[in-house]
């Protein structure tokens, strides 16, 4: 059963992969994708930062009073 799973997984990726690399369409579909997950995932990173840098501040303000 897993044996089957796995391989059902395999041949899906490749018949995807064959898809978008004959497709115009989907190949710029996938990369409209990939570029709009990394401009969020930059934007969460840039916000954890940003919150980060402000606990460190406040931190360093309370251990010099």
């Known amino acids: 059963m897993e044996k089957m799973f796995c391989l059902g997984l ?4 490749v018949g995807g992969a064959l ?3 004959n497709s115009y369409k ?7 994708s ?3 997950v990394m401009d969020k995932v930059n934007e ?15 931190e360093s303000g309370k251990a010099k009073k």
């Open 10 to 13: 395999v041949m899906g990726m």
């Open 19 to 21: 898809l978008v690399a």
């Open 26 to 32: 989907a190949r710029t579909l996938v990369k409209k």
């Open 34 to 36: 990939q570029s709009e």
């Open 44 to 58: 969460m990173m840039d916000e954890k930062l940003q919150s980060m840098n402000q606990k460190a501040e406040g």
